[in-house]
């Protein structure tokens, strides 16, 4: 059973910078793909970035050349980092993971979640 907490989240302006954080407990991540959706207020859950085990990653359009996806395997971590933040990255933040090599881009493949972390981009 792994275990996930999302840390990092705040209040930032636009054009602005974050780092979110997920920390697995209760098992490694290796052999995992480890993800980042967001939830909006009123809207569905999206994907945002995934990066896999070996280290290869995948971005969402939306976020390709803002955001980046990185594997911390010392610390057991996986950071989500954030830059050139726009009011429409407003979400909470959620960390995900599946056992996989392969990166999905949907939330129903994901089987372990943290709780979520809020990111609100003020303009």
């Known amino acids: 059973q792994v275990q996930l907490v999302e840390s990092g989240g705040g209040l930032v302006q636009a054009g602005g910078s974050l780092r979110l954080s997920c920390a697995a407990s209760g098992r490694t991540f290796n052999g995992y793909v480890v993800a980042w959706f967001r939830q909006a207020p009123g809207k569905e859950r999206e994907f945002v970035a995934a990066?896999?085990?070996?280290?290869?990653?995948t971005l969402a359009d939306s976020v390709k050349g803002r955001f980046g996806i990185y594997r911390d395997n010392a610390n057991n971590a996986v950071s989500l980092q954030m830059s050139s933040l726009k009011p429409e990255d407003t979400a909470i933040y959620y960390c995900?993971?599946?056992?996989?090599?392969?990166?999905?881009?949907?939330?129903?493949?994901?089987?372990?979640w943290g709780q979520g972390t809020q990111v609100t981009v003020s303009p």
């Open positions: 995900a993971a599946r056992v996989s090599a392969v990166i999905s881009t949907s939330d129903v493949w994901y089987r372990y």
């Open positions: 990066v896999r085990s070996s280290g290869g990653s």
